[in-house]
């Protein structure tokens, strides 16, 4: 407030001292004005005066030259004449006069004071005169004498126009350009008032941002540590199911063995059915909670960095007959139709054995396990764009669309209604993902509901070789 104060008091002497030149100016302007234009008009009908007498006198002059060069003794004897023409000739303004040689007036239009000699023009007058000739003989002098009164009043005039003139200019000069500063003055201080209002909604939220920064600082902190204590506790969580493997997989392979002995009666009989039954049952159930061990471990491993590839040069019908083994039993089970469609001469693939095998029985156990009895299901596998690509198809319940985004998250499953029995940890996609990303292959499923479900996975080839277009597929049922 201070300094808008000390601004406004700066504006207002910086007013003043401009209000006072632009008075002294609009007074000498208008005071020039004031007198200029009647001296102006004073100066140029004198002027002009003065060429129409010596003009009148000239004229004068050649009329009674010639006029007494016809009549001479006009000159010597007739004054009375003479006057009369002089009068005759004359403006009712102007003086004419017709001296001799020795100046005498002999002819005057107005009476002759002192004596008969010419008086000479003064004041207000204005005088022309021109010698008269006889016979080339100066014999007198025309003089032509004309007062100025007229020209005064109408100076007059006109010098009461131009002081109303220069009074009009005053007034113009002096107020005009302060007002138009006066406005220029306030819409410079209201652009300055809104500036500094802005200035300080600019301070303000300089200062709420400084406050936000600092607050976005402390909570990135906050969140860096909880972060990393995040990645601490999983990375803590994959290194313990990591070194909890034989500790979990020797009591289930214990148990998976003695189970085994029990439905062999190796040592004899048990003595009754139920413990035949019971026995299968503890098998099923150990392969099913070691297949489950087995998953997470894998998944965790994968999760810890710890799971290193160990790539081989691999025939792609080698791999495939290997796993369909796996799955020929589960889907003679359900009576699903297996079908294998392998191109004869595909080329080999470099990837890891255990894991090209551990993908393909994961997926073909999902569309088993996702498929009605009665279903079929399919295995393709061709080249593309340097890349082998492999395809699951089955004609199962399908998974909605709503749930394939989180379908390859830990624990997922495609199946949501709680009322069916499920078996299997919902590991099997994730895992098959994280092994596909790993030889920097890529993942796609596609599903519709009551038509089925199409897994495709394009691994990296990892060696040159020929896509094979000459070559006829071969359809095979089950391996």
Same mark, same amino acid.
């Given at each position: 407030?201070?300094?808008?104060?000390?601004?406004?008091?700066?504006?207002?002497?910086?007013?003043?001292?401009?209000?006072?030149?632009?008075?002294?100016?609009?007074?000498?302007?208008?005071?020039?004005?004031?007198?200029?234009?009647?001296?102006?008009?004073?100066?140029?009908?004198?002027?002009?005066?003065?060429?129409?007498?010596?003009?009148?006198?000239?004229?004068?002059?050649?009329?009674?030259?010639?006029?007494?060069?016809?009549?001479?003794?006009?000159?010597?004897?007739?004054?009375?004449?003479?006057?009369? /023409?002089?009068?005759?000739?004359?403006?009712?303004?102007?003086?004419?006069?017709?001296?001799?040689?020795?100046?005498?007036?002999?002819?005057?239009?107005?009476?002759?004071?002192?004596?008969?000699?010419? $008086?000479?023009?003064?004041?207000?007058?204005?005088?022309?005169?021109?010698?008269?000739?006889?016979?080339?003989?100066?014999?007198?002098?025309?003089?032509?004498?004309?007062?100025?009164?007229?020209?005064?009043?109408?100076?007059?005039?006109?010098?009461?126009?131009?002081?109303?003139?220069?009074?009009?200019?005053?007034?113009?000069?002096?107020?005009?350009?302060?007002?138009?500063?006066?406005?220029?003055?306030?819409?410079?201080?209201?652009?300055?008032?809104?500036?500094?209002?802005?200035?300080?909604?600019?301070?303000?939220?300089?200062?709420?941002?400084?406050?936000?920064?600092?607050?976005?600082?402390?909570?990135?902190?906050?969140?860096?540590?909880?972060? $990393?204590?995040?990645?601490?506790?999983?990375?803590?969580?994959?290194?313990?199911?990591?070194?909890?493997?034989?500790?979990?997989?020797?009591?289930?392979?214990?148990?998976?063995?003695?189970?085994?002995?029990?439905?062999?009666?190796?040592?004899?009989?048990?003595?009754?059915?139920?413990?035949?039954?019971?026995?299968?049952? /503890?098998?099923?159930?150990?392969?099913?909670?070691?297949?489950?061990?087995?998953?997470?471990?894998?998944?965790?491993?994968?999760?810890?960095?710890?799971?290193?590839?160990?790539?081989?040069?691999?025939?792609?019908?080698?791999?495939?007959? $290997?796993?369909?083994?796996? /799955?020929?039993?589960?889907?003679?089970?359900?009576?699903?139709?297996?079908?294998?469609?392998?191109? $004869?001469?595909?080329?080999?693939?470099?990837?890891?054995?255990?894991?090209?095998?551990?993908?393909?029985?994961?997926?073909?156990?999902?569309?088993?396990?996702?498929?009605?009895?009665?279903?079929?299901?399919?295995?393709?596998?061709?080249?593309?764009?340097?890349?082998?690509?492999?395809?699951?198809?089955?004609?199962?319940?399908?998974?909605?669309?709503?749930?394939?985004?989180? !379908?390859?998250?830990?624990?997922?499953?495609?199946?949501?209604?709680?009322?069916?029995?499920?078996?299997?940890?919902?590991?099997?996609?994730?895992?098959?993902?994280?092994?596909?990303?790993?030889?920097?292959?890529?993942?796609?499923?596609?599903?519709?509901?009551?038509?089925?479900?199409?897994?495709?996975?394009? !691994?990296?080839?990892?060696?040159?070789?020929?896509?094979?277009?000459?070559?006829?597929?071969?359809?095979?049922?089950?391996?």
């Amino acid at each position: 407030m201070m300094v808008s104060r000390c601004k406004d008091d700066l504006y207002r002497q910086r007013l003043n001292r401009l209000r006072r030149v632009l008075t002294w100016m609009a007074a000498i302007v208008s005071t020039v004005v004031a007198i200029a234009i009647p001296a102006i008009f004073f100066a140029t009908a004198h002027k002009y005066e003065s060429l129409r007498i010596g003009h009148e006198a000239d004229m004068r002059a050649d009329m009674l030259s010639a006029f007494i060069y016809k009549h001479p003794d006009v000159w010597n004897l007739d004054v009375s004449r003479l006057e009369k /023409i002089l009068q005759r000739h004359s403006e009712s303004s102007l003086f004419t006069r017709v001296t001799d040689a020795q100046g005498k007036v002999i002819a005057s239009t107005r009476p002759v004071p002192n004596g008969g000699k010419m $008086d000479l023009p003064h004041g207000l007058d204005i005088a022309g005169s021109a010698p008269v000739f006889l016979e080339k003989v100066v014999v007198g002098e025309v003089q032509v004498v004309e007062n100025l009164s007229s020209i005064t009043v109408e100076t007059g005039w006109v010098a009461l126009f131009s002081f109303c003139l220069a009074g009009v200019i005053f007034v113009i000069l002096r107020s005009l350009p302060l007002r138009a500063l006066q406005e220029r003055i306030k819409q410079m201080q209201e652009t300055e008032y809104t500036l500094q209002a802005q200035i300080i909604e600019l301070e303000e939220a300089h200062d709420k941002l400084e406050k936000q920064g600092k607050s976005l600082a402390l909570l990135t902190d906050d969140l860096r540590k909880t972060r $990393d204590e995040a990645e601490y506790a999983n990375r803590a969580k994959s290194e313990f199911l990591a070194a909890m493997s034989h500790e979990l997989r020797t009591p289930l392979n214990a148990i998976s063995g003695f189970s085994e002995m029990f439905i062999g009666q190796f040592f004899g009989v048990l003595g009754s059915p139920k413990y035949t039954e019971y026995a299968i049952d /503890i098998r099923s159930s150990s392969e099913h909670l070691l297949q489950l061990v087995n998953d997470i471990l894998d998944l965790s491993a994968i999760e810890a960095g710890k799971m290193e590839l160990n790539k081989e040069v691999l025939s792609i019908h080698d791999v495939v007959r $290997d796993c369909s083994r796996f /799955i020929v039993r589960d889907a003679g089970l359900k009576d699903i139709r297996y079908a294998v469609d392998v191109l $004869d001469s595909l080329p080999p693939l470099c990837v890891d054995k255990k894991a090209i095998k551990q993908i393909l029985i994961n997926l073909l156990s999902n569309s088993i396990k996702f498929t009605q009895n009665g279903g079929q299901i399919s295995l393709s596998v061709k080249v593309s764009n340097g890349n082998h690509v492999f395809q699951v198809r089955d004609n199962g319940t399908g998974v909605p669309k709503d749930k394939l985004r989180r !379908l390859t998250e830990p624990f997922v499953r495609g199946e949501s209604d709680p009322h069916k029995a499920q078996q299997g940890s919902g590991l099997g996609l994730a895992i098959v993902k994280s092994l596909v990303e790993l030889h920097g292959g890529e993942l796609i499923i596609e599903s519709e509901i009551d038509r089925g479900t199409r897994v495709t996975v394009a !691994l990296p080839s990892g060696m040159e070789s020929a896509t094979g277009r000459n070559s006829t597929p071969r359809s095979v049922n089950a391996y």
